[in-house]
């Protein structure tokens, strides 16, 4: 009985302590039914560490979207000591019909894992980057964006001409690359990226979905990022990352897309030689 | 009202088409104060003979202005009325047509939507009883299936009771290039335009009183909303400011009898909006950072640019940086 009730306070005790964080988390809205369920999908029952310092994974995202189709989201990650490093990211939109936008799979020739690209929001929304380490650790980072419709704007704007560009691609390293140190790279694809569209009652119009869905990106033939995406990237799908050049090699991005079409673009990398 | 027009578009003020803007906004006001009980006719004015224009106030919708935040219009034939644009919701809807019935039994045989916009098209629904034909740009019907259910969505956020039990009214007649309406000794010329304000702008010139309804290829006023093209909406602001007519009605707000120097401003806009972003994305200057720094020389010249500035760099940009 006397053990009962100081197990009973010890409880109680607990929960006080406990109770305050929990109430924190659900009273900005961000422990929605829906995160739980994408939670779970993604890093199953390991505890996510909300790393609201950004230790290990930041992400920066506008607080209101001034154009909901085209919301610049950007992530950064450090190393933690003892070369604990990131391995891969998650992006994820809760209130967008998928809500899983991306996932970013990064090997050592990245350098950095870092990742700036463009996504839709169909809704005022909790935006996550989720960051899994070497260590098997989850960390998170998250930014409430007020947005509302961009799943929704017609791809193209412009349908015929982004039909006709479709597949081209932009490969740049932003400036001169320099051996063994990470370098920046933009790539840019031109795809509707499109959700498709139900068969409209109004209308009786039928879209398929096309959407980009696999991104590699090699260096010399090595793995440097790929990308498991969907339609809540942008229409025309832009990725910012890093590689790190070590000797003259071919830098190589191969896309496809929801209808099995291939695209690749390759760029000849002779990297400096510095501080040797 | 007359008098207050006139003396603003003559008036050689820092911002004489803002002020119109204000003046005009006045009666649309007075119409907002009125109780909603009965539907009371919104304020329009006669334009030119048989042709009626209310001016929306410059604003987003909300549950004080219903929607009613564009120009809507309407022209009377001898068999019939076509009305041009329905208003931001169906409350708005219902005042155009209140204002149609003030002024002539005819019924209402068209219905035009220049663009897919909601404060376009949301009104649509209050004319149903008309039978009209609705009259769109080929490109309306895939506009409207994609967006419209957001809108609705929007318009039950924003406005209240105004933005419930709002049902979409798609086109029953489609423009891809030209076409007229006859509405009885009066010919109605409509020109679906390539992409510019959006992918879906139609214009309505009255051939007799020599009156072109814009739609948002013009806004006057309020600041410009890229939703296209910009580089298609500069071309069709040049063109459109050549053309020889009257009268104009433009999307938003009101330049009277200046409206070339309506259309050369919204040309200086969009083209220092294309200038500026070019250059951004030519010296490596990120979207999130060029919301911030293109055109910043602009935005005082406009009204609700803190509403649609940055928004329209992020289009521009999306667009520009594929250009070559």
């Given at each position: 009985m006397k053990m009962k009730s100081a197990l009973a306070l010890l409880v109680a005790g607990l929960l006080m302590l406990v109770l305050p964080a929990v109430h924190a988390a659900s009273e900005d809205g961000s422990d929605s039914v829906i995160w739980g369920k994408v939670k779970t999908a993604l890093v199953g029952e390991r505890t996510v560490i909300d790393d609201e310092a950004g230790t290990v994974v930041e992400l920066e995202a506008p607080v209101r979207?001034?154009?909901?189709?085209?919301?610049?989201?950007?992530?950064?990650?450090?190393?933690?000591?003892?070369?604990?490093?990131?391995?891969?990211?998650?992006?994820v939109i809760d209130e967008n019909p998928s809500p899983i936008g991306g996932t970013f799979t990064f090997a050592p020739l990245a350098g950095r894992?870092?990742?700036?690209?463009?996504?839709?929001?169909?809704?005022?929304?909790?935006?996550?980057?989720?960051?899994?380490?070497?260590?098997?650790?989850?960390?998170?980072?998250?930014?409430?964006?007020?947005?509302?419709?961009?799943?929704?704007?017609?791809?193209?704007?412009?349908r015929e001409e982004a039909l006709a560009r479709m597949g081209k691609l932009k490969l740049r390293v932003e400036d001169d690359a320099v051996a063994g140190q990470p370098s920046a790279v933009q790539l840019m694809i031109s795809h509707p990226n499109s959700?498709?569209?139900?068969?409209?009652?109004?209308?009786?119009?039928?879209?398929?979905?096309?959407?980009?869905?696999?991104?590699?990106?090699?260096?010399?033939?090595?793995?440097?990022?790929?990308?498991?995406?969907?339609?809540?990237?942008?229409?025309?799908?832009?990725?910012?990352?890093?590689?790190?050049?070590?000797?003259?090699?071919?830098?190589?991005?191969?896309?496809?897309?929801?209808?099995?079409?291939?695209f690749e673009s390759s760029v000849a990398i002779k990297p400096e030689m510095r501080g040797s | 009202m007359q008098s207050v027009v006139r003396k603003c578009t003559g008036v050689r003020a820092d911002f004489p088409v803002l002020r119109?803007?204000?003046?005009?906004?006045?009666?649309?006001?007075?119409?907002?104060?009125?109780?909603?009980?009965?539907?009371?006719?919104?304020?329009?004015?006669?334009?030119?003979?048989?042709?009626?224009?209310?001016?929306?106030?410059?604003a987003e919708q909300d549950e004080h202005n219903h929607?009613?935040?564009?120009?809507?219009?309407?022209?009377?034939?001898?068999r019939c009325v076509a009305v041009i644009d329905s208003g931001g919701s169906p409350m708005v809807g219902e005042a155009l047509l209140a204002s149609v019935r003030a002024i002539t039994p005819l019924p209402v045989c068209y219905v035009i939507n220049t663009h897919v916009h909601p404060d376009h098209v949301l009104g649509n629904q209050a004319f149903l009883g008309e039978k009209p034909e609705f009259v769109g740009h080929a490109k309306l019907p895939l506009a409207l299936a994609a967006r419209g259910r957001n809108y609705i969505e929007a318009a039950e956020r924003m406005m209240g009771a105004a933005g419930?039990?709002?049902?979409?009214?798609?086109?029953?007649?489609?423009?891809?290039?030209?076409?007229?309406?006859?509405?009885?000794?009066?010919?109605?010329?409509?020109?679906?335009?390539?992409?510019?304000?959006?992918?879906?702008?139609?214009?309505v010139l009255d051939e007799r009183s020599s009156t072109l309804f814009t739609g948002d290829l013009l806004f006057v006023g309020h600041m410009p909303?890229?939703?296209?093209?910009?580089?298609?909406?500069?071309?069709?602001?040049?063109?459109?400011?050549?053309?020889?007519?009257?009268?104009?009605?433009?999307?938003?707000?009101?330049?009277?009898?200046?409206?070339?120097?309506?259309?050369?401003?919204?040309?200086?806009?969009?083209?220092?909006l294309y200038a500026q972003t070019r250059a951004a994305i030519r010296d490596g200057v990120r979207l999130s950072r060029a919301v911030e720094t293109v055109g910043r020389d602009q935005i005082d010249n406009w009204a609700l640019s803190g509403l649609f500035h940055r928004r329209n760099v992020t289009a521009a940009y999306a667009e520009l940086e594929w250009e070559d």
């Amino acid at each position: 009985m006397k053990m009962k009730s100081a197990l009973a306070l010890l409880v109680a005790g607990l929960l006080m302590l406990v109770l305050p964080a929990v109430h924190a988390a659900s009273e900005d809205g961000s422990d929605s039914v829906i995160w739980g369920k994408v939670k779970t999908a993604l890093v199953g029952e390991r505890t996510v560490i909300d790393d609201e310092a950004g230790t290990v994974v930041e992400l920066e995202a506008p607080v209101r979207a001034e154009d909901a189709a085209v919301v610049p989201i950007a992530i950064h990650t450090r190393q933690l000591p003892g070369g604990v490093h990131v391995t891969r990211l998650h992006l994820v939109i809760d209130e967008n019909p998928s809500p899983i936008g991306g996932t970013f799979t990064f090997a050592p020739l990245a350098g950095r894992a870092d990742i700036e690209t463009r996504v839709r929001i169909e809704a005022y929304s909790w935006v996550r980057a989720l960051a899994e380490t070497s260590d098997g650790k989850v960390y998170m980072a998250r930014r409430f964006v007020k947005a509302s419709g961009g799943c929704s704007a017609p791809a193209g704007k412009d349908r015929e001409e982004a039909l006709a560009r479709m597949g081209k691609l932009k490969l740049r390293v932003e400036d001169d690359a320099v051996a063994g140190q990470p370098s920046a790279v933009q790539l840019m694809i031109s795809h509707p990226n499109s959700s498709g569209l139900a068969m409209d009652q109004l209308t009786r119009l039928f879209v398929p979905p096309h959407f980009v869905r696999r991104v590699d990106v090699t260096y010399a033939g090595k793995p440097v990022m790929s990308a498991d995406v969907d339609f809540s990237i942008s229409e025309n799908p832009n990725f910012r990352f890093y590689f790190v050049p070590e000797g003259p090699g071919e830098l190589k991005a191969e896309i496809v897309d929801s209808q099995d079409l291939h695209f690749e673009s390759s760029v000849a990398i002779k990297p400096e030689m510095r501080g040797s | 009202m007359q008098s207050v027009v006139r003396k603003c578009t003559g008036v050689r003020a820092d911002f004489p088409v803002l002020r119109c803007v204000r003046a005009l906004a006045g009666a649309a006001l007075l119409w907002l104060s009125q109780p909603a009980a009965a539907v009371e006719p919104l304020p329009v004015r006669e334009v030119a003979a048989g042709v009626y224009v209310f001016h929306g106030v410059t604003a987003e919708q909300d549950e004080h202005n219903h929607g009613a935040i564009s120009n809507l219009g309407f022209i009377v034939g001898s068999r019939c009325v076509a009305v041009i644009d329905s208003g931001g919701s169906p409350m708005v809807g219902e005042a155009l047509l209140a204002s149609v019935r003030a002024i002539t039994p005819l019924p209402v045989c068209y219905v035009i939507n220049t663009h897919v916009h909601p404060d376009h098209v949301l009104g649509n629904q209050a004319f149903l009883g008309e039978k009209p034909e609705f009259v769109g740009h080929a490109k309306l019907p895939l506009a409207l299936a994609a967006r419209g259910r957001n809108y609705i969505e929007a318009a039950e956020r924003m406005m209240g009771a105004a933005g419930r039990g709002l049902q979409l009214v798609a086109p029953t007649r489609t423009v891809s290039d030209e076409d007229t309406l006859d509405i009885g000794d009066r010919v109605l010329r409509l020109r679906a335009w390539p992409t510019a304000h959006t992918d879906n702008d139609l214009t309505v010139l009255d051939e007799r009183s020599s009156t072109l309804f814009t739609g948002d290829l013009l806004f006057v006023g309020h600041m410009p909303v890229v939703d296209g093209k910009l580089v298609g909406w500069i071309a069709v602001t040049d063109e459109l400011a050549r053309m020889k007519v009257t009268h104009v009605v433009s999307g938003h707000g009101d330049a009277g009898d200046a409206w070339r120097e309506a259309f050369d401003k919204q040309g200086n806009y969009l083209r220092a909006l294309y200038a500026q972003t070019r250059a951004a994305i030519r010296d490596g200057v990120r979207l999130s950072r060029a919301v911030e720094t293109v055109g910043r020389d602009q935005i005082d010249n406009w009204a609700l640019s803190g509403l649609f500035h940055r928004r329209n760099v992020t289009a521009a940009y999306a667009e520009l940086e594929w250009e070559d």
